[in-house]
């Protein structure tokens, strides 16, 4: 059996579980061992992406929290349900790694299944619709969609069950963008490595460390233009995986000629109303969730690369909004011009592959973006775009619940 972890990072490069002293700091260290001793003991084993997401301890510690929430702590939806949803929200981005981490773990904790698509009953087959728009068109999710759920869930329920569903949609693009390789013991059927046998550099690498100190001047663009070439089409359905996501969506790129957005970005903020609706109605995980992402904006080592003391918030920043944008989200208190001053063409190319079809993603693009980035670096990067789709997806469906009991 393969120990392999990532098809993109160097097994080498892998922290190890024990005495692994490649951190910052002593507490990062003991922070990671005492989190992933903690995940071994609740689920049985310590998974690839587990592993390379620990390359963050602190953010490790915050996502476990999450997912401890979700599948451990008493709700008010069944263990086996929960475990069904995060494997029909897999499912949207043909993530068949966490579908089966998931079966795999339900099996061996709760010793229970649905062995086919007849079992699952007619309320989690009802979700199939809000689970696939929230993955490819959340600006569509609305009033509408809640209402109809409404029938078959109550409030309490529904928000969790979205939330869990906003979630390994995220999930998935990590698991994609950094190239997880499948579980030793859990055999994938439809596994297609993400990787080529031949790489080819095609683009320089930016010094984002002297545009960072502004020793290099960024282009001269008066507004945020996107490029023609962000624009990729969606892909051809496949029944296997539609079923189970219990409908079917193709992604389009969102059409910024819209002239009525749902909401304005900066009128409907997580920090502000949403996270009140979330409170309200999923206290349960509010708060651990709002601490991940808290977390994830303000993760810094303050270095690029090879280069120290470098302060990377407008970088960060730049990727996030540029996330949000491509899901139609935009904020007045933000200069778009950055976007482009720090993400060229591949870069935003990879970010959107991750942040919208991470299923398409290959070697070849984590290879090309134009950002001489470290392995921990590129985790980082994942980790701020998966969180900033996350949020974006909360923020639709939180203003559409709000709409109902606002």
Not at 139 to 142: G, L
């Given at each position: 059996?393969?120990?392999?972890v990532?098809?993109?990072?160097?097994?080498?490069h892998?922290?190890?579980?024990?005495?692994?002293?490649?951190f910052?700091?002593?507490?990062?260290q003991?922070?990671?061992?005492?989190?992933?001793?903690?995940?071994?003991q609740t689920?049985?084993?310590?998974?690839?992406?587990?592993?390379?997401?620990?390359?963050f301890?602190?953010?490790?510690?915050?996502?476990?929290?999450?997912?401890?929430k979700?599948?451990?702590?008493?709700?008010s939806?069944?263990?086996?349900?929960?475990y069904?949803?995060?494997?029909m929200a897999a499912?949207?981005?043909?993530?068949?790694?966490?579908?089966?981490?998931?079966?795999?773990?339900?099996?061996t904790?709760e010793?229970?299944w649905f062995?086919?698509?007849?079992e699952v009953p007619?309320?989690?087959?009802?979700?199939?619709?809000?689970?696939v728009?929230?993955?490819?068109?959340p600006?569509?999710?609305?009033e509408?969609d809640?209402?109809e759920?409404?029938t078959?869930?109550?409030p309490?329920?529904l928000?969790?069950?979205?939330?869990?569903?906003?979630?390994?949609?995220?999930?998935?693009?990590?698991?994609?963008?950094?190239g997880?390789?499948p579980?030793?013991?859990?055999?994938?059927?439809?596994n297609?490595?993400?990787?080529?046998?031949v790489?080819?550099?095609?683009?320089?690498?930016?010094?984002?460390?002297?545009?960072l100190?502004?020793?290099?001047?960024?282009?001269?663009?008066e507004?945020?233009?996107?490029?023609?070439?962000e624009d990729?089409?969606?892909?051809?359905?496949d029944?296997?995986?539609?079923?189970?996501?219990?409908?079917?969506?193709?992604?389009?790129?969102y059409?910024?000629d819209?002239?009525?957005?749902?909401?304005?970005?900066?009128?409907?903020?997580?920090?502000?109303?949403?996270?009140?609706?979330?409170?309200k109605?999923?206290?349960?995980v509010?708060?651990?969730?709002?601490?991940r992402?808290?977390?994830?904006?303000?993760?810094?080592?303050?270095y690029?690369?090879?280069?120290?003391?470098v302060?990377t918030?407008?970088?960060?920043?730049?990727?996030?909004?540029?996330?949000?944008?491509?899901?139609?989200?935009?904020?007045d208190?933000?200069?778009?011009?950055?976007?482009?001053?720090?993400?060229?063409?591949?870069?935003?190319k990879?970010?959107?592959?991750?942040?919208?079809f991470?299923?398409?993603?290959?070697?070849q693009?984590?290879?090309?973006i134009?950002?001489e980035?470290?392995?921990?670096?590129?985790?980082?990067?994942n980790?701020?775009i998966?969180?900033?789709?996350?949020?974006?997806?909360?923020?639709?469906?939180?203003?559409?619940?709000?709409?109902?009991?606002?």
């Open positions: 059996m393969s120990n392999l990532s098809h993109f990072i160097p097994q080498e892998i922290k190890k579980l024990k005495g692994e002293i490649r910052p700091n002593e507490t990062e003991e922070i990671y061992e005492r989190v992933t001793e903690n995940i071994q689920t049985g084993r310590i998974s690839n992406y587990e592993r390379i997401m620990g390359h301890p602190l953010y490790l510690e915050k996502h476990s929290e999450v997912i401890q979700f599948f451990f702590n008493d709700l939806i069944s263990y086996l349900w929960r069904y949803i995060a494997y499912a949207t981005h043909r993530c068949e790694y966490l579908m089966r981490l998931q079966e795999n773990i339900c099996k904790l010793g229970d062995e086919n698509l007849d007619s309320k989690l087959i009802a979700l199939g619709k809000a689970n728009k929230l993955a490819h068109r600006w569509e999710f609305s509408k809640i209402r759920l409404l078959q869930w109550n309490n329920e928000v969790l069950a979205l939330t869990e569903i906003c979630q390994f949609h995220c999930l998935s693009g990590f698991v994609f963008g950094v997880a390789a579980e030793s013991d859990i055999p994938l059927f439809c297609k490595e993400p990787m080529a046998d790489v080819r550099i095609t683009k320089n690498k930016t010094n984002i460390a002297a545009v100190r502004g020793n290099v001047d960024g282009p001269d663009i507004e945020y233009i996107s490029d023609s070439s990729i089409d969606g892909y051809d359905e029944i296997y995986f539609s079923k189970i996501a219990g409908d079917y969506l193709c992604y389009i790129n059409p910024m819209i002239t009525s957005r749902p909401f304005n970005g900066s009128e409907f903020r997580l920090t502000d109303q949403a996270y009140f609706v979330l409170e109605m999923a206290p349960e509010s708060e651990s969730i709002w601490n992402i808290r977390t994830a904006t303000a993760m810094t080592y303050d690029v690369g090879q280069d120290s003391g302060e918030g407008p970088l960060r920043r730049a990727i996030w909004n540029y996330v949000q944008r491509v899901y139609g989200l935009q904020y208190d933000y200069d778009y011009t950055d976007i482009n001053k720090f993400l060229k063409i591949n870069t935003k990879y970010i959107k592959k991750i942040a919208c991470p299923e398409t993603i290959t070697k693009d984590w290879e090309n134009e950002i980035l470290t392995y921990d670096e590129m985790i980082h990067l980790i701020l998966c969180e900033s789709r996350f949020e974006a997806e909360l923020l639709y469906m939180l203003y559409a619940v709000g709409s109902v009991y606002g």
